[in-house]
């Protein structure tokens, strides 16, 4: 086979069944990771004849890097989706075309072009479409950030190149807004944690000369920069560069909600726990010089699921 398809799963019955269904033109095996969901995801994966395998779930870096090592592998090619992602019938068509193609062999990796869904809209402005994410890779060639607490990104060393039709992103349990507000408070702790972790250790092993014509490598630079501005008012900037500048405003009443609560609402939530901890650190280095930002950030629990991107 040139092609199979793994996705993590959580509690996914909403989602599932539409982004297995945009599967079946690919005619590719499905590989179901779950981490001990409580409803009817394992039912629905076995129904639309995917291989469903258990695995506790620590962070997206672990739960990824050991569904390629353990799952039976033979295929050329993965499609790495999250369930609440589906491919649009032209996309499927393209990404069969593309892993059959002889001139793709010295290709290490695909970017596939996210159309991000929030509450029935499709967010086309505001900076966020087009937003090109490697989901289609050699699992020989892929690599994973380990200061990853959130977000999972997928890096290959490499030749890449974009496909041209949309992967729709829209989670079903986001209808309720307090859903989302609850899934980006415990985001919020972590990224945070992120960021002391990512200021305290050197990362410019991500930075490849290779990759600078990516998508990938431009996210990395702008993240570099966006920890160098100062902490609270860099979430107005950027909901105003988002909203504004950019055009979110364009993207109607569902837009306005998201834009804000995604762009200035919960980054502003990941500064005042930076904050706190950083505050902390400081209390606890003057009781004991060993201690370091570093420690306190790694004493966190990586149990979430999805991406806040």
């Not at 020989?140 to 496909?163: A, I, M, N, P, Q």
């Not at 055009?247 to 990941?270: A, E, N, P, S, T």
């Amino acid at each position: 086979m040139q092609l199979c398809t793994i996705i993590l799963t959580f509690n996914e019955e909403d989602n599932l069944p539409a982004c297995l269904e945009s599967l079946r033109p690919l005619a590719s095996p499905v590989f179901i990771v779950d981490s001990g969901s409580l409803d009817t995801t394992v039912e629905i994966a076995k129904r639309f004849g995917a291989s469903v395998y258990e695995h506790p779930f620590k962070s997206h870096t672990e739960q990824w890097s050991w569904a390629l090592a353990n799952l039976p592998l033979s295929s050329n090619w993965v499609l790495a989706l999250d369930a609440d992602q589906r491919l649009t019938p032209e996309l499927a068509g393209e990404i069969r075309s593309a892993t059959d193609s002889a001139s793709n062999q010295e290709l290490a990796g695909m970017f596939l072009n996210r159309r991000q869904v929030f509450r029935g809209r499709w967010i086309r402005h505001g900076g966020y479409y087009p937003k090109y994410l490697l989901k289609l890779f050699r699992p020989e060639c892929v690599e994973f950030d380990s200061l990853d607490l959130v977000d999972h990104h997928f890096y290959v060393s490499g030749k890449t190149r974009k496909l041209k039709n949309d992967l729709i992103e829209a989670n079903l349990k986001e209808n309720d807004i307090s859903f989302w507000i609850e899934k980006h408070n415990r985001y919020s702790t972590l990224l945070a944690r992120e960021e002391i972790l990512r200021s305290s250790q050197d990362t410019t092993h991500t930075f490849r000369s290779s990759w600078r014509n990516r998508p990938d490598y431009r996210v990395l630079i702008l993240k570099r920069v966006w920890r160098r501005l100062p902490l609270l008012f860099r979430s107005l900037f950027y909901f105003l560069y988002r909203y504004v500048l950019l055009g979110g405003w364009l993207d109607g009443q569902q837009g306005f909600i998201f834009h804000f609560l995604q762009g200035f609402w919960f980054r502003l939530l990941v500064d005042i726990k930076l904050q706190d901890l950083l505050e902390q650190a400081k209390r606890d280095k003057r009781v004991s010089p060993a201690s370091t930002p570093a420690v306190h950030a790694t004493q966190v629990s990586t149990q979430v699921r999805g991406s806040a991107e």
